[in-house]
């Protein structure tokens, strides 16, 4: 289904919402968890800027979800302790290995963003125009952490891979749980 149909099944607008709630909560966390490494580190306020922006997407669905009667993931508790875990962990790794996983994690999540955009009934035009906006955020956050040499982690490309696979997995679930 493209974006020029009329409405959107009531099954796929809570698919939508419940699985972004439940990825911006993972978002915030991620970032959460590489500032408590990083949060002194010359990228700390540029990780607070990204984390601030989560966290307004966080509050966007978290309205969505209360606001349409979505039921949200039942894993949203696990969503954040993974989240914060990655973030933790790949901060711990350092510094370019915490922005390979901003990349990894952006990259997935743009895409996810824009496959909504693309699927979502013209009934739903505030909603899609809030998901591209997100979905340029987080591809700005990609972009920042590319800046910041996220490229070039050792081990990048088996870093980049595994995230994007747990992202991935992680959406899949998401949708349904």
């Known amino acids: 289904m493209t974006g020029d149909k009329d409405t959107t099944k009531r099954s796929d607008l809570e698919k939508y919402i419940r699985v972004d709630h439940a990825g911006?909560?993972?978002?915030?966390?991620?970032?959460?968890?590489q500032l408590v490494v990083l949060g002194k580190h010359e990228m700390g306020d540029e990780i607070r800027h990204m984390m601030e922006q989560e966290v307004e997407h966080l509050e966007t669905f978290d309205t969505l979800i209360n606001d349409r009667k979505v039921r949200p993931s039942f894993l949203d508790p696990v969503w954040g302790a993974a989240g914060f875990a990655l973030g933790l962990v790949t901060a711990a790794m350092g510094p370019k290995a915490a922005m390979a996983c901003t990349i990894a994690v952006e990259e997935v999540i743009g895409e996810h963003y824009q496959k909504q955009a693309?699927?979502?009934?013209?009934?739903?035009?505030?909603l899609k125009k809030t998901i591209e906006r997100f979905r340029d955020e987080e591809l700005e956050h990609r972009d920042i952490a590319v800046d910041y040499k996220g490229r070039e982690?050792?081990?990048?490309?088996?870093?980049?891979?595994?995230?994007?696979?747990?992202c991935r997995t992680a959406i899949k679930i998401a949708e349904k749980i």
């Open 24 to 33: 911006e909560r993972a978002a915030q966390q991620i970032y959460r968890g």
């Open 153 to 166: 982690a050792r081990h990048y490309k088996m870093l980049h891979d595994v995230i994007q696979k747990g």
């Open 118 to 126: 693309e699927n979502l009934g013209s009934d739903e035009a505030s």
